[in-house]
Protein backbone atom coordinates (compact mmCIF):
# COMPACT_ATOMS: atom_id res chain seq x y z
CA UNK A 1 0.00 0.00 0.00
CA UNK A 2 1.16 3.68 -0.61
CA UNK A 3 2.11 5.59 2.33
CA UNK A 4 0.79 8.51 -0.47
CA UNK A 5 -3.18 9.61 -0.20
CA UNK A 6 -4.13 12.64 -2.79
CA UNK A 7 -8.10 13.98 -2.07
CA UNK A 8 -9.55 16.70 -4.09
CA UNK A 9 -12.72 18.83 -4.32
CA UNK A 10 -13.93 20.01 -7.47
CA UNK A 11 -12.72 23.66 -7.90
CA UNK A 12 -15.60 25.40 -7.29
CA UNK A 13 -16.88 28.00 -9.66
CA UNK A 14 -17.02 31.37 -8.40
CA UNK A 15 -20.23 32.72 -9.71
CA UNK A 16 -22.10 32.95 -6.43
CA UNK A 17 -21.35 32.19 -2.66
CA UNK A 18 -20.70 29.34 -1.64
CA UNK A 19 -23.84 27.04 -0.08
CA UNK A 20 -24.00 23.88 1.83
CA UNK A 21 -23.09 21.79 -1.47
CA UNK A 22 -19.54 23.24 -1.64
CA UNK A 23 -19.41 23.07 2.26
CA UNK A 24 -20.68 19.29 2.14
CA UNK A 25 -18.22 18.09 -0.40
CA UNK A 26 -15.15 19.75 1.42
CA UNK A 27 -15.58 18.29 4.57
CA UNK A 28 -15.97 15.25 3.22
CA UNK A 29 -12.27 15.72 1.78
CA UNK A 30 -11.29 17.60 4.91
CA UNK A 31 -12.41 13.86 7.10
CA UNK A 32 -10.26 11.36 4.41
CA UNK A 33 -7.54 14.06 4.45
CA UNK A 34 -7.17 14.21 8.72
CA UNK A 35 -7.73 10.53 8.86
CA UNK A 36 -4.98 9.69 6.43
CA UNK A 37 -2.85 12.06 8.21
CA UNK A 38 -3.75 10.58 11.69
CA UNK A 39 -2.80 7.05 9.96
CA UNK A 40 0.74 8.31 8.81
CA UNK A 41 0.07 8.92 5.22
CA UNK A 42 1.49 11.67 3.01
CA UNK A 43 -1.22 13.46 2.40
CA UNK A 44 -2.68 16.37 -0.08
CA UNK A 45 -6.11 17.79 0.23
CA UNK A 46 -6.91 20.34 -2.61
CA UNK A 47 -9.60 22.81 -3.16
CA UNK A 48 -9.86 25.57 -5.13
CA UNK A 49 -11.74 28.15 -7.79
CA UNK A 50 -12.26 27.39 -11.50
CA UNK A 51 -12.20 31.36 -12.52
CA UNK A 52 -12.68 30.99 -16.47
CA UNK A 53 -14.87 31.35 -19.05
CA UNK A 54 -18.17 32.67 -20.88
CA UNK A 55 -20.40 32.85 -17.56
CA UNK A 56 -17.94 34.56 -15.73
CA UNK A 57 -16.74 37.12 -18.07
CA UNK A 58 -20.63 38.34 -18.38
CA UNK A 59 -21.17 38.23 -14.91
CA UNK A 60 -17.64 40.88 -13.98
CA UNK A 61 -19.60 42.90 -17.07
CA UNK A 62 -23.01 42.90 -15.17
CA UNK A 63 -21.03 44.32 -12.11
CA UNK A 64 -18.63 46.40 -14.36
CA UNK A 65 -15.51 45.13 -13.22
CA UNK A 66 -12.97 42.96 -15.24
CA UNK A 67 -12.83 39.07 -15.11
CA UNK A 68 -9.81 39.28 -13.33
CA UNK A 69 -11.33 41.93 -10.58
CA UNK A 70 -14.19 39.59 -9.82
CA UNK A 71 -12.87 36.66 -9.69
CA UNK A 72 -10.43 38.07 -7.15
CA UNK A 73 -13.25 39.11 -5.28
CA UNK A 74 -15.38 36.20 -5.60
CA UNK A 75 -12.51 33.09 -5.09
CA UNK A 76 -11.97 34.37 -1.95
CA UNK A 77 -15.28 33.72 -0.62
CA UNK A 78 -14.57 30.01 -1.42
CA UNK A 79 -11.46 30.51 0.26
CA UNK A 80 -13.30 31.57 3.37
CA UNK A 81 -14.50 28.20 3.98
CA UNK A 82 -11.67 26.91 5.20
CA UNK A 83 -12.81 28.91 8.71
CA UNK A 84 -16.06 28.55 7.77
CA UNK A 85 -16.06 24.79 8.62
CA UNK A 86 -12.55 24.29 9.72
CA UNK A 87 -10.63 22.73 6.71
CA UNK A 88 -7.19 21.36 6.58
CA UNK A 89 -6.58 21.94 2.89
CA UNK A 90 -2.91 21.97 1.97
CA UNK A 91 -3.37 24.07 -1.08
CA UNK A 92 -6.01 26.13 -2.67
CA UNK A 93 -5.54 26.96 -6.68
CA UNK A 94 -7.06 29.39 -8.61
CA UNK A 95 -7.15 28.83 -12.28
CA UNK A 96 -5.96 32.29 -13.01
CA UNK A 97 -2.88 31.57 -11.20
CA UNK A 98 0.70 31.02 -13.56
CA UNK A 99 1.38 27.51 -12.29
CA UNK A 100 -2.07 26.46 -13.51
CA UNK A 101 -1.68 28.09 -16.49
CA UNK A 102 1.54 26.94 -17.77
CA UNK A 103 0.20 23.19 -16.70
CA UNK A 104 -3.17 23.74 -18.91
CA UNK A 105 -0.48 24.71 -21.96
CA UNK A 106 1.48 21.65 -20.85
CA UNK A 107 -1.32 19.52 -21.29
CA UNK A 108 -2.90 21.22 -24.53
CA UNK A 109 0.60 20.47 -26.23
CA UNK A 110 0.59 16.64 -25.36
CA UNK A 111 -2.79 15.86 -26.76
CA UNK A 112 -1.63 17.95 -29.62
CA UNK A 113 1.81 16.54 -30.01
CA UNK A 114 -0.28 13.31 -29.98
CA UNK A 115 -2.05 13.73 -32.65
CA UNK A 116 -5.59 14.03 -30.36
CA UNK A 117 -6.81 17.67 -31.57
CA UNK A 118 -7.71 19.13 -35.01
CA UNK A 119 -9.47 22.28 -36.01
CA UNK A 120 -12.44 22.63 -37.57
CA UNK A 121 -16.02 24.09 -37.39
CA UNK A 122 -18.47 24.05 -34.51
CA UNK A 123 -21.91 24.55 -34.68
CA UNK A 124 -24.31 23.33 -32.07
CA UNK A 125 -25.96 24.52 -28.93
CA UNK A 126 -23.83 25.20 -25.93
CA UNK A 127 -25.33 26.15 -22.06
CA UNK A 128 -23.20 28.73 -20.93
CA UNK A 129 -23.96 27.61 -16.78
CA UNK A 130 -23.50 24.43 -17.77
CA UNK A 131 -20.32 25.23 -19.71
CA UNK A 132 -21.21 22.46 -22.28
CA UNK A 133 -22.07 21.56 -25.53
CA UNK A 134 -25.39 19.31 -26.51
CA UNK A 135 -26.94 18.13 -29.76
CA UNK A 136 -30.30 18.88 -30.57
CA UNK A 137 -31.46 15.50 -29.79
CA UNK A 138 -29.80 15.82 -26.09
CA UNK A 139 -31.78 18.93 -25.25
CA UNK A 140 -34.91 18.56 -22.96
CA UNK A 141 -37.45 21.23 -23.82
CA UNK A 142 -35.23 22.72 -25.40
CA UNK A 143 -32.88 22.89 -22.67
CA UNK A 144 -29.73 21.91 -21.01
CA UNK A 145 -30.74 17.93 -20.32
CA UNK A 146 -27.80 17.99 -17.48
CA UNK A 147 -29.40 21.18 -15.04
CA UNK A 148 -32.06 22.68 -17.31
CA UNK A 149 -30.72 25.77 -17.86
CA UNK A 150 -31.02 27.45 -21.54
CA UNK A 151 -28.56 26.96 -24.66
CA UNK A 152 -27.29 29.43 -26.67
CA UNK A 153 -27.00 28.54 -30.32
CA UNK A 154 -23.14 28.28 -30.71
CA UNK A 155 -21.21 28.81 -34.74
CA UNK A 156 -17.46 29.26 -34.76
CA UNK A 157 -14.08 27.84 -35.47
CA UNK A 158 -13.37 25.14 -32.81
CA UNK A 159 -10.30 22.87 -31.91
CA UNK A 160 -11.76 19.75 -31.12
CA UNK A 161 -10.32 16.94 -28.81
CA UNK A 162 -10.57 13.10 -30.28
CA UNK A 163 -12.94 11.91 -27.47
CA UNK A 164 -14.12 9.25 -29.94
CA UNK A 165 -11.08 7.35 -29.98
CA UNK A 166 -11.21 6.73 -26.55
CA UNK A 167 -14.35 5.08 -25.85
CA UNK A 168 -13.28 1.18 -26.17
CA UNK A 169 -10.08 2.24 -24.10
CA UNK A 170 -12.55 3.90 -21.12
CA UNK A 171 -14.49 1.00 -21.06
CA UNK A 172 -12.02 -1.96 -20.60
CA UNK A 173 -10.15 0.43 -17.90
CA UNK A 174 -13.71 0.46 -16.02
CA UNK A 175 -13.95 -2.98 -16.11
CA UNK A 176 -10.19 -3.65 -14.77
CA UNK A 177 -10.16 -0.85 -12.15
CA UNK A 178 -13.91 -1.95 -11.00
CA UNK A 179 -13.39 0.85 -7.92
CA UNK A 180 -12.72 4.00 -10.14
CA UNK A 181 -16.23 5.52 -10.23
CA UNK A 182 -18.04 5.18 -7.24
CA UNK A 183 -20.59 4.40 -5.98
CA UNK A 184 -21.66 1.82 -8.63
CA UNK A 185 -24.87 3.16 -9.81
CA UNK A 186 -22.89 6.56 -11.02
CA UNK A 187 -20.54 3.78 -12.62
CA UNK A 188 -23.41 2.34 -14.27
CA UNK A 189 -24.67 5.89 -16.00
CA UNK A 190 -21.15 6.61 -16.99
CA UNK A 191 -20.71 3.23 -18.59
CA UNK A 192 -24.29 3.18 -20.18
CA UNK A 193 -23.02 6.70 -21.86
CA UNK A 194 -19.51 5.74 -23.46
CA UNK A 195 -21.66 2.30 -24.65
CA UNK A 196 -23.70 4.89 -26.82
CA UNK A 197 -20.74 6.06 -28.37
CA UNK A 198 -18.80 9.39 -27.57
CA UNK A 199 -18.34 11.99 -30.31
CA UNK A 200 -15.05 14.35 -30.81
CA UNK A 201 -15.29 17.36 -28.35
CA UNK A 202 -15.21 20.84 -29.09
CA UNK A 203 -12.03 22.16 -26.91
CA UNK A 204 -11.99 26.09 -27.97
CA UNK A 205 -13.78 28.87 -28.17
CA UNK A 206 -12.91 31.78 -30.18
CA UNK A 207 -16.06 34.30 -29.44
CA UNK A 208 -14.51 35.41 -26.28
CA UNK A 209 -11.34 35.81 -25.07
CA UNK A 210 -11.26 35.10 -20.66
CA UNK A 211 -9.52 31.80 -20.46
CA UNK A 212 -6.16 30.28 -20.72
CA UNK A 213 -5.01 30.93 -24.46
CA UNK A 214 -4.31 28.37 -27.08
CA UNK A 215 -0.66 27.61 -27.49
CA UNK A 216 0.50 29.20 -31.06
CA UNK A 217 -3.32 30.72 -31.68
CA UNK A 218 -4.45 33.31 -29.80
CA UNK A 219 -7.85 33.81 -31.31
CA UNK A 220 -8.79 31.03 -29.30
CA UNK A 221 -9.37 30.23 -25.28
CA UNK A 222 -9.65 26.82 -24.02
CA UNK A 223 -12.58 25.50 -23.75
CA UNK A 224 -12.85 25.50 -19.74
CA UNK A 225 -13.07 21.84 -18.61
CA UNK A 226 -9.79 21.31 -20.48
CA UNK A 227 -8.48 23.74 -18.48
CA UNK A 228 -10.52 23.57 -15.41
CA UNK A 229 -9.77 19.60 -15.19
CA UNK A 230 -5.74 20.00 -15.63
CA UNK A 231 -5.99 21.98 -11.91
CA UNK A 232 -5.57 18.19 -10.02
CA UNK A 233 -2.07 18.22 -11.74
CA UNK A 234 -1.40 21.72 -11.96
CA UNK A 235 -1.38 21.74 -8.01
CA UNK A 236 0.86 18.61 -8.07
CA UNK A 237 3.30 20.99 -10.12
CA UNK A 238 2.69 18.84 -13.04
CA UNK A 239 4.81 18.10 -15.44
CA UNK A 240 7.96 19.63 -13.63
CA UNK A 241 7.81 17.88 -10.18
CA UNK A 242 10.31 14.59 -9.78
CA UNK A 243 7.02 13.03 -7.33
CA UNK A 244 3.51 14.31 -9.26
CA UNK A 245 2.93 10.79 -10.18
CA UNK A 246 3.13 9.40 -6.60
CA UNK A 247 0.46 11.61 -5.52
CA UNK A 248 -1.52 11.61 -8.02
CA UNK A 249 -2.01 7.86 -8.60
CA UNK A 250 -3.71 8.11 -5.30
CA UNK A 251 -5.53 10.44 -6.54
CA UNK A 252 -9.18 10.48 -5.02
CA UNK A 253 -11.41 13.58 -7.16
CA UNK A 254 -14.78 14.34 -5.08
CA UNK A 255 -17.30 15.78 -6.84
CA UNK A 256 -20.80 16.56 -7.13
CA UNK A 257 -22.88 14.39 -9.72
CA UNK A 258 -23.70 16.80 -11.88
CA UNK A 259 -20.09 16.88 -13.12
CA UNK A 260 -19.41 13.42 -13.52
CA UNK A 261 -19.54 13.24 -16.89
CA UNK A 262 -16.40 15.56 -17.13
CA UNK A 263 -13.97 13.95 -14.97
CA UNK A 264 -15.37 10.37 -15.39
CA UNK A 265 -14.80 10.26 -18.85
CA UNK A 266 -13.45 13.71 -20.41
CA UNK A 267 -10.97 13.45 -17.84
CA UNK A 268 -9.40 10.07 -18.25
CA UNK A 269 -9.38 9.85 -22.03
CA UNK A 270 -7.07 12.82 -21.84
CA UNK A 271 -5.00 11.67 -19.36
CA UNK A 272 -4.81 8.69 -21.73
CA UNK A 273 -4.15 10.96 -24.79
CA UNK A 274 -1.73 12.81 -22.75
CA UNK A 275 -0.14 9.35 -21.50
CA UNK A 276 -0.21 10.22 -17.75
CA UNK A 277 -1.16 7.72 -15.24
CA UNK A 278 -4.95 7.54 -14.41
CA UNK A 279 -6.38 8.94 -10.66
CA UNK A 280 -7.02 6.12 -8.15
CA UNK A 281 -10.88 7.16 -8.07
CA UNK A 282 -13.94 9.75 -9.16
CA UNK A 283 -16.44 9.80 -6.60
CA UNK A 284 -19.08 11.56 -7.00
CA UNK A 285 -22.18 12.35 -4.36
CA UNK A 286 -25.36 13.43 -4.22
CA UNK A 287 -27.45 17.07 -3.87
CA UNK A 288 -28.80 18.20 -0.84
CA UNK A 289 -32.60 19.64 -0.62
CA UNK A 290 -34.16 20.97 2.00
CA UNK A 291 -37.11 19.73 3.89
CA UNK A 292 -38.19 17.44 0.74
CA UNK A 293 -37.91 20.12 -1.56
CA UNK A 294 -35.12 21.60 -4.23
CA UNK A 295 -33.33 24.53 -2.43
CA UNK A 296 -33.67 27.67 -4.49
CA UNK A 297 -33.17 31.41 -3.73
CA UNK A 298 -36.53 32.09 -4.68
CA UNK A 299 -38.35 29.26 -2.39
CA UNK A 300 -35.78 30.74 0.07
CA UNK A 301 -34.74 27.72 1.46
CA UNK A 302 -31.32 27.96 0.48
CA UNK A 303 -28.96 26.42 3.18
CA UNK A 304 -26.16 28.99 4.29
CA UNK A 305 -23.35 27.25 5.41
CA UNK A 306 -22.30 29.97 7.67
CA UNK A 307 -25.27 30.92 9.36
CA UNK A 308 -25.91 26.82 9.76
CA UNK A 309 -22.02 27.32 11.72
CA UNK A 310 -22.78 30.23 13.52
CA UNK A 311 -26.12 28.77 14.93
CA UNK A 312 -25.15 25.33 15.68
CA UNK A 313 -21.78 25.03 15.34
CA UNK A 314 -18.90 24.04 12.87
CA UNK A 315 -18.31 20.34 14.48
CA UNK A 316 -22.33 20.18 14.87
CA UNK A 317 -22.81 21.12 11.16
CA UNK A 318 -19.65 18.78 9.77
CA UNK A 319 -20.93 15.60 11.95
CA UNK A 320 -24.85 16.19 10.69
CA UNK A 321 -23.92 16.45 6.96
CA UNK A 322 -21.40 12.78 7.01
CA UNK A 323 -23.76 10.97 9.66
CA UNK A 324 -27.17 11.75 8.88
CA UNK A 325 -26.70 10.10 4.60
CA UNK A 326 -25.30 7.80 3.07
CA UNK A 327 -22.35 9.72 1.12
CA UNK A 328 -23.32 8.90 -2.61
CA UNK A 329 -27.47 9.11 -2.11
CA UNK A 330 -29.22 12.48 -1.94
CA UNK A 331 -29.57 13.98 1.25
CA UNK A 332 -32.82 15.42 2.74
CA UNK A 333 -31.13 18.98 5.03
CA UNK A 334 -33.63 19.05 7.98
CA UNK A 335 -32.60 21.47 10.83
CA UNK A 336 -34.87 18.99 13.05
CA UNK A 337 -32.63 16.25 12.24
CA UNK A 338 -29.54 18.39 13.00
CA UNK A 339 -31.11 19.82 16.43
CA UNK A 340 -31.58 15.61 17.03
CA UNK A 341 -28.13 14.92 15.90
CA UNK A 342 -26.53 17.40 18.17
CA UNK A 343 -28.86 16.13 21.36
CA UNK A 344 -28.96 12.46 20.74
CA UNK A 345 -25.87 11.91 19.15
CA UNK A 346 -23.01 14.24 20.81
CA UNK A 347 -24.63 16.00 23.43
CA UNK A 348 -26.12 12.49 25.84
CA UNK A 349 -23.79 9.83 24.18
CA UNK A 350 -20.71 10.72 23.81
CA UNK A 351 -20.79 14.18 25.62
CA UNK A 352 -22.19 13.02 28.71
CA UNK A 353 -20.48 9.80 28.89
CA UNK A 354 -17.09 11.47 29.00
CA UNK A 355 -18.75 13.99 31.72
CA UNK A 356 -19.76 11.48 34.06
CA UNK A 357 -17.23 9.37 34.23
CA UNK A 358 -14.24 12.41 34.10
CA UNK A 359 -16.64 14.08 36.68
CA UNK A 360 -16.66 10.95 39.00
CA UNK A 361 -12.83 10.55 38.69
CA UNK A 362 -12.26 14.51 39.75
CA UNK A 363 -14.41 14.23 42.54
CA UNK A 364 -13.48 10.71 43.80
CA UNK A 365 -9.89 10.01 42.21
CA UNK A 366 -8.72 13.37 43.31
CA UNK A 367 -8.66 14.77 39.63
CA UNK A 368 -6.13 11.98 39.15
CA UNK A 369 -5.87 9.07 36.51
CA UNK A 370 -7.15 5.98 38.45
CA UNK A 371 -4.96 2.72 38.52
CA UNK A 372 -5.98 0.20 35.73
CA UNK A 373 -5.00 -3.17 37.90
CA UNK A 374 -5.72 -6.39 37.13
CA UNK A 375 -8.97 -6.63 34.45
CA UNK A 376 -11.84 -8.36 35.30
CA UNK A 377 -13.37 -10.87 32.47
CA UNK A 378 -15.83 -7.58 31.90
CA UNK A 379 -13.48 -5.16 31.81
CA UNK A 380 -11.19 -7.02 29.12
CA UNK A 381 -14.42 -7.90 27.22
CA UNK A 382 -15.43 -4.15 26.82
CA UNK A 383 -11.87 -2.95 26.16
CA UNK A 384 -11.95 -5.92 23.29
CA UNK A 385 -13.97 -3.22 21.28
CA UNK A 386 -11.49 -0.94 21.14
CA UNK A 387 -8.42 -3.07 20.11
CA UNK A 388 -6.37 -2.59 16.69
CA UNK A 389 -9.80 -3.91 14.72
CA UNK A 390 -11.60 -1.18 16.15
CA UNK A 391 -9.25 1.39 13.94
CA UNK A 392 -8.50 -0.92 11.08
CA UNK A 393 -12.84 -1.18 10.30
CA UNK A 394 -12.99 2.51 10.76
CA UNK A 395 -10.39 3.06 8.56
CA UNK A 396 -11.87 0.71 5.86
CA UNK A 397 -14.86 2.79 5.85
CA UNK A 398 -13.17 5.97 5.49
CA UNK A 399 -11.06 4.92 2.69
CA UNK A 400 -14.52 3.96 1.04
CA UNK A 401 -15.99 7.51 1.66
CA UNK A 402 -18.34 5.49 3.79
CA UNK A 403 -18.21 8.25 5.98
CA UNK A 404 -21.10 7.35 8.42
CA UNK A 405 -20.42 3.60 8.79
CA UNK A 406 -16.88 4.83 9.94
CA UNK A 407 -19.07 6.98 12.99
CA UNK A 408 -21.58 3.88 12.82
CA UNK A 409 -18.23 2.35 13.82
CA UNK A 410 -17.41 4.10 16.69
CA UNK A 411 -20.65 4.91 18.04
CA UNK A 412 -21.44 1.07 18.48
CA UNK A 413 -18.46 2.06 21.21
CA UNK A 414 -20.02 5.06 22.58
CA UNK A 415 -22.93 2.68 23.11
CA UNK A 416 -20.67 0.09 24.08
CA UNK A 417 -19.26 2.37 27.10
CA UNK A 418 -22.40 3.61 28.36
CA UNK A 419 -23.50 0.46 28.91
CA UNK A 420 -20.65 -1.07 30.50
CA UNK A 421 -20.59 2.25 32.90
CA UNK A 422 -24.35 1.36 33.62
CA UNK A 423 -23.84 -2.56 34.05
CA UNK A 424 -20.77 -1.49 36.66
CA UNK A 425 -22.41 1.10 38.41
CA UNK A 426 -19.13 2.90 39.72
CA UNK A 427 -21.22 5.55 41.55
CA UNK A 428 -22.34 2.58 43.66
CA UNK A 429 -18.88 1.64 44.56
CA UNK A 430 -17.81 4.50 45.35
CA UNK A 431 -18.56 3.39 49.40
CA UNK A 432 -18.45 -0.41 49.46
CA UNK A 433 -15.10 -0.74 46.92
CA UNK A 434 -13.36 2.54 46.08
CA UNK A 435 -10.56 1.03 44.46
CA UNK A 436 -12.78 -1.12 41.99
CA UNK A 437 -14.77 2.11 41.77
CA UNK A 438 -11.27 3.83 39.96
CA UNK A 439 -10.53 0.54 38.15
CA UNK A 440 -13.91 1.25 36.22
CA UNK A 441 -13.14 4.45 35.77
CA UNK A 442 -10.07 3.88 34.30
CA UNK A 443 -11.25 1.61 31.79
CA UNK A 444 -13.48 4.05 30.48
CA UNK A 445 -10.75 6.28 30.34
CA UNK A 446 -9.07 3.76 28.52
CA UNK A 447 -11.61 3.65 25.48
CA UNK A 448 -12.27 7.61 25.20
CA UNK A 449 -8.70 7.40 23.71
CA UNK A 450 -9.36 5.77 20.88
CA UNK A 451 -12.97 6.96 20.45
CA UNK A 452 -11.53 10.76 21.26
CA UNK A 453 -9.22 10.30 18.09
CA UNK A 454 -11.10 8.70 15.87
CA UNK A 455 -13.60 11.63 15.91
CA UNK A 456 -11.20 13.82 15.90
CA UNK A 457 -11.43 14.09 11.54
CA UNK A 458 -15.42 15.03 11.95
CA UNK A 459 -14.84 16.75 15.08
CA UNK A 460 -11.61 18.81 14.73
CA UNK A 461 -12.20 21.69 17.02
CA UNK A 462 -14.27 19.42 20.43
CA UNK A 463 -12.39 16.25 19.76
CA UNK A 464 -8.94 17.80 21.18
CA UNK A 465 -11.01 19.16 23.69
CA UNK A 466 -11.87 15.43 24.62
CA UNK A 467 -8.58 14.59 24.41
CA UNK A 468 -7.12 16.99 26.83
CA UNK A 469 -9.87 16.29 29.30
CA UNK A 470 -9.21 12.57 29.51
CA UNK A 471 -5.15 13.30 29.09
CA UNK A 472 -5.28 11.45 26.09
CA UNK A 473 -1.65 12.72 24.16
CA UNK A 474 -1.45 10.18 21.20
CA UNK A 475 -1.16 11.99 17.89
CA UNK A 476 -1.56 9.02 15.28
CA UNK A 477 -3.35 5.75 15.10
CA UNK A 478 -0.65 3.77 15.60
CA UNK A 479 -0.31 4.90 19.02
CA UNK A 480 -3.68 3.06 19.66
CA UNK A 481 -2.80 0.07 17.54
CA UNK A 482 -0.05 -0.61 20.89
CA UNK A 483 -2.80 -1.40 23.05
CA UNK A 484 -3.26 -0.66 26.27
CA UNK A 485 -2.68 1.18 28.28
CA UNK A 486 -2.65 4.53 26.78
CA UNK A 487 -2.92 6.83 29.72
CA UNK A 488 -0.18 7.29 32.77
CA UNK A 489 -1.38 6.35 36.08
CA UNK A 490 -1.80 9.28 38.54
CA UNK A 491 -1.79 11.97 36.13
CA UNK A 492 -3.76 15.39 36.72
CA UNK A 493 -6.61 15.94 35.31
CA UNK A 494 -8.44 19.52 34.66
CA UNK A 495 -11.77 19.77 36.02
CA UNK A 496 -14.16 18.58 33.36
CA UNK A 497 -15.96 21.16 31.11
CA UNK A 498 -19.23 19.83 28.61
CA UNK A 499 -18.46 19.91 24.90
CA UNK A 500 -21.83 19.66 23.45
CA UNK A 501 -24.58 22.13 24.47
CA UNK A 502 -27.78 20.45 23.74
CA UNK A 503 -30.55 23.02 21.53
CA UNK A 504 -33.74 23.32 21.94
CA UNK A 505 -35.98 23.62 18.84
CA UNK A 506 -37.38 27.07 19.51
CA UNK A 507 -33.45 28.42 20.13
CA UNK A 508 -32.54 27.61 16.75
CA UNK A 509 -35.85 28.76 14.85
Request: negative net charge; glycine residues 6%.
Amino acid sequence: MSNKAYITTPIYYPSGKPHIGSAYTSVACDVYARAMRLDGRDTKFLTGTDEHGLKLQRAAENEGLTPQQYVDKMSEQFRALEDIVTLSNDDFIRTTEPRHEAAATAMWNKLNDAGFIYKDTYAGWYSVPDESYYTEEELVDGKSPDSGHPVEWVEEESYYFKLSAFGDKLLAYYEKHPEFIQPESRKNEVIAFVKSGLRDLSISRSTFNWGVPVPNDDKHVMYVWVDALTNYLSALGWPESADWADYFQEAVHVIGKDILKFHAIYWPAMLMAAEVPLPKQVYAHGFWVADGQKMSKSKGNVIDPVEMTETFGIDQLRYYMLRDVSFGQDGDFSKDRLISRINTDLSNDLGNLFQRVLSMVFKNCEGQTPDLGELTSEDQEFLNHVGPEFVDEYLAHIEKLEFHKALDVVWNVVRAANKYMDNQQPWSLKKENPERMGQVLRVLMEAFCPISLLVEPFLPNSAPKLQAQVGFKGKTFADLRKGTPLLETGAKLDKPEGVFMRYMKEEAA
